[in-house]
């Protein structure tokens, strides 16, 4: 519950077209969808007035705002999970979130792009040693080694972007495996729900994590070239090769030392790599022994995911900052 919480506005709008799909297909009557409407609205603004009571004794998000639904309701909140499973319930909310977090991550990335772009601009005519086996090789200038880092990041961003067409696949409706007798219309949910087209084969909808590993992946690429440029700022920052300053505002002092200022954010960024690439493997582990199809091994896809996606989005915006606060 208290990670996958985070779900909570994702599975009340799903759950919402759910109901509203359930009532065009003469499924559910029109009071019946009103009330489960007006009771999934209810508890979407007391979870947002932080007045909403979690319960970890109902394991979930999806089980809490049910329970609570119930107690607004009665047995009409039943009718919920008519033609639904849990199975493609989740699936669904998980890769709601993901397309939002994945917009979101292009946007810091488009954000340390400008910055680098404006740095290389005011840094053309600057002339620094070129490195081959970090040794120096020719003189070139900072605006085109800069310029590397640029191409790279906007390779990271086509990656995030075209993760977003196997997060455009509409996972609801193919219930716990093998779809629903009822007379359902996933076309409708699929277009409310902001998908593009529907999943093609049930038993793969609920067993496929394939759109959290390339999400991973993505993740773990950009990490890694943040922690490239981290390491040369630290380098090129020291005493040893003194070709950029840092300010005063992106180093620390040492505990023994006054002379020194330690480049500790860049190490962070370097440091944090290795997380987000244990991640992916810790992903890949969970996943290789899995036949078809649920399995609550699954469950851990989510916390892997938060985790590695909060720690990207605060080394994006750490290390935009440093940026801006260093010069050569």
Not at 113 to 137: Q, V
Not at 154 to 168: A, E, Q, Y
Not at 192 to 202: D, M, P, V
Not at 265 to 291: D, Q
Request: with cysteine; proline share 2%.
């Amino acid at each position: 519950l208290d990670i996958d919480k985070k779900l909570y506005k994702e599975d009340i709008l799903a759950s919402k077209i759910h109901t509203e799909m359930l009532f065009r297909q003469k499924i559910i009557s029109f009071k019946v969808k009103n009330k489960i409407i007006y009771g999934l609205n209810k508890i979407e603004k007391e979870i947002l007035k932080k007045k909403f009571e979690f319960n970890k004794k109902l394991e979930d998000i999806h089980m809490n705002i049910e329970h609570r639904l119930f107690q607004l309701i009665g047995d009409d909140a039943g009718y919920i999970h008519t033609a639904r499973s849990r199975n493609d319930q989740v699936v669904t909310d998980f890769k709601i979130w993901m397309k939002t977090a994945t917009i979101e991550i292009n946007k810091n990335l488009n954000y340390l792009i400008k910055t680098l772009l404006k740095i290389s601009e005011k840094n053309i005519e600057t002339i620094m040693p070129g490195f081959t086996h970090l040794k120096n090789a020719q003189p070139v200038s900072f605006a085109h080694y800069l310029m590397a880092y640029v191409e790279m990041f906007t390779r990271d961003k086509k990656r995030f972007t075209n993760n977003l067409d196997n997060l455009n696949e509409n996972p609801l409706g193919v219930a716990a495996l093998t779809g629903t007798s009822f007379n359902i219309d996933r076309n409708y949910t699929s277009k409310k729900l902001g998908f593009k087209k529907l999943t093609n084969n049930s038993i793969d909808t609920v067993s496929d994590r394939d759109f959290v590993l390339d999400f991973l992946y993505s993740v773990s690429v950009c990490s890694m070239h943040i922690s490239r440029i981290a390491e040369e700022l630290i380098i090129w920052s020291s005493d040893g090769f003194n070709l950029i300053n840092l300010s005063d505002k992106i180093v620390t002092g040492s505990s023994i030392m006054p002379q020194k200022k330690n480049p500790d954010l860049l190490e962070y960024l370097r440091g944090k790599s290795g997380i987000s690439f244990g991640n992916l493997f810790s992903m890949l582990t969970i996943l290789k022994g899995l036949p078809l199809s649920y399995f609550k091994d699954l469950q851990d896809d989510k916390e892997i995911v938060f985790k590695s996606n909060d720690t990207l989005i605060n080394c994006l915006k750490i290390f935009d900052e440093i940026l801006k606060n260093s010069s050569p």
